[in-house]
């Protein structure tokens, strides 16, 4: 595969498995890299955000002359049907392999034919198929919009190591049109890069690297800059600035589809109160909604696993009664993640025979050490050997089908695990902290799981248990998912976190809990999966997929967090049936008075001191201090 | 009123009061005990001996199943004091039934607990519970439910012959005398508490009987006239004011007590045991309620044989029964006779009625079985 990736060379010269969203700063590398290329994309199987694939070739197809602005009707001259073509046509023809007739009937000539083909701007592909981008309605949009831009700033805020400060607003514009404006205090981002972050898409600078981070393919906010324009007409807004002593580049951007390209409708330089940072506002067309999948809630889930984050939420129901502020709870930035090389056990075919032809390694040893973590001198000899490949064979003339026996091989020698400190945890104690402020419960705890491996890829999990107090006994538990601190909204029933969370005795541990089903009571459970590479069921991003390993570490931590909160449940049910022992004795023992009073004969303040040194005496051995 | 009868009405009195008195002392000795521990800052207890068969052993001496001496404390602590509390409301009221001469049942005591407010009970069971605790709590003061005015509710047995039953009116304080030959066809009716009774008789033994029909016969006939004896109908296995009844007029007036009743495991086993030697259920009751001056006059298994008597196939249940008896029962474990003489009827494999004997004529067992024998008395079976 990729044998014309010549031209790609440059960008996918990084380990490529991992993707990145745009991100709201300047990211040279991948400008550099990825803004040339505007060529017949390799023949790479697929989109890369469909399948994570080694492509690092920004496939931004064959330029059309055609400027107009973006809009959904074909442009005059093009004809219809190319438009309309299913999914795996396009990709077919996004992907760039050979052209092929379309048997549409005999009235056609391949001539005929071949004027109707045409390449599909990548724009144009994810406009016609929102849903794959988490569009899919208008409630969904909306918070699909705050999140890829919450991800982008919080992303940039900590790679540039400032402590992240954000204001997240949404203003009503009519029933169903809002405007997004998501503002932060990040490094801000150079004027010649603004366009392309947020205009055009599967611009990025994450999805070349493995390591933890939130985005990963640079869709996200051109995606949602794309659906406001889509439903609205109305551009992207930016405002950002990058120092105090440079002005603040404002500008309105639209993305034109047809060529994947951002387009400028006017720019200016703005006085603004932030020394450095970025606003973006996206006009859109969507459904507020309260409860669930509301943005509070989503923001209050990010507060959680972000807790050195400080998110400031202007809601457009007035009723809300003003900004809603999530303050942070750690008084530093998490220790940022470390990139790794891939290890050879996680590695795909494809993608070790893309790094194959890529490496500037001169022969086969050299390759696996230099381009894998934990492969020794040693461990590549016996790969080689395995193989049956020579370890002085030079990498770019292995064949496919040595390409196969090593890979083989590669999963078949015994390897030392990954490293694990490039994961950043949130923290047993931060992750507390959040939990402490951000709900309203009687008990907290927090577990972090020691990092662990699958499938070569390093992970950690943390779970977070909040209990009691304003949370609803009657109800099934909220279980907050998470994917490198970022919350996982929909697809519940498919994801691993659920999964193993339903796999847990949860009656073990004093709640209810229907056969199959997610446990009942007032309860909070805070999931976080961190990975240098999340494995997501598909692209939407929406379920952690059931790896063994993720989910018997899962279960481990939820069953610790389990073991701690029927301590607690066990110490309220005790203290409850303390209490309902203490007025036991407040109800019967004047009746021992009055029984001892009636046989004996007793006056009353007798009595009364009978009852009132009995009392004592129960009470001292109540509390343990008994005499005997 | 003669003199005579002035001084045993005087008797009576006085001896009712002393119990009266002795069992009131007891119940404010118990109060006491647990006020003076109170006051020592020490949490209180009473004692209860155990009521579980492990604790009830057969006595030879006294010939009876008596409870053990171990016993099970319960402190006040705030796990009891409920009960604890409904424990010392009923011994209270146990006293005020004493000294204003009433007396309650079980149902009565339940409802009484109404007043109580917190400490009132909301079931049955549950107070009765509570009565079985204290019953068990004096009875190792020999001192019975019945003496607590605490009575069953159901009554005892009929009884006819040569018994005057001085009876003393709670009210009036006038002994009443009853004469158990002047009930003509009828007979006296055994109250539900003896407690206050005494008794005044010439007979020579008491003929405990199984069932209302024979004693019908024998009373029709005054049979108790030519035996010189006290018939007293137990109507199945006797109540505790029937078994109370025969124990105090054997004890007072020194005079045996014969059972006739069916030959078949459950009048041998279940009605005649119990008369005898009490229930091992209720061991703590047995001193009380037990007649161990009792021997059993027939229907022996070998009475089938030398009467010639029609009889009936063992039923499942009786072989079951019987056996037990021979196994387990500490009683017939006992006595080497018992055990030939269950043999003997599991071998035969048979029973008889009392009432069989009409076979040879209705009051054969008047004029022949009986005094035949009685003649015998010596060589009943224990």
Redesign the interface.
Known sequence: MNTSGRSNRKSSSLPARTAGAGPLFAAPVAATGAALPMLTPSPVAALPMLTPSPVAALPTLTPSPVTALPTLTPSPGIPAAALDQPVSRAVEAASGLAPRPRREGPRLTAADMAGRQREISISEFFAKNRHLLGFDNPSKALLTTVKEAVDNSLDACEEAGLMPDLQVEIHRLSEDRFRVAVQDNGPGIVKSQVPKIFARLLYGSKFHTLKQSRGQQGIGISAAGMYGLITTGKPVVITSRTGKNRPAYHCELVINTKKNEPEILGDCEVEWELEHGTRVEITLQGTYKKGRHSVDGYLRQVAIANPHARITYVSPDPDDGGPMIFERVALGLPPEPVEIKPHPYGVELGVLLKMLKDTKARNLSAFLQAEFSRVTLRVAAEISERAGLSAGARPHQVSHEGGERLHAAMNAVKIMAPPTNCISPIGEELLLGALQQDLHADFYTTVTRPPSVYRGNPFQVEVGLAYGGGLSADDTVSLFRYANRVPLQYQQSACAITKATIGVDWKKYHLTQPRGALPVGPLVLVVHVASVWVPFTSESKEAVAHYPEIIKEIRLGLLEAGRRVALHIGRVRRDREEGK??S??Q??????G???Q???A?SDPDRE??VE??T???ER??SGG??? | MSAAKQDRTKEIRERNRKLDEQTVLLIKKTASDIHRKVLARHKPDLKFPVRALSNVSYSEKRGYLEIGTQKKVRTLTVSTVKTFAQTLRMMSLSKSLIETGDFATKRDAYYQSKNWGEAMFHDQPESDTVMDDIEALFSVHQVSREQLRFIPDEHGGAVAGELVVLDPDPDTGVVERIDCTRFGSGAYSIPSSVEGLSFETSASFVLAIETGGMFQRLQSHKFWKTANCILVSMGGVPTRATRRFIRRLADEKSIPVYAFVDCDPYGISNIYRTLKVGSGNAAHINQFFCVPQAHFLGVTPQDIVDWKLPTHPLKEVDIKRAKDAIKNDPFFQQHQTWQKAMNQLLKMGVRAEQQALAKWGLNYVIDEYLPAKLKAAGKFLP
């Open positions: 022992r203490f036991y004795i109800k019967y023992i004047p009746h021992v009055i029984a001892l009636e046989i004996l007793l001191t009978l040194v009995l004592g005496v129960l051995s109540r008994d005499e005997t």
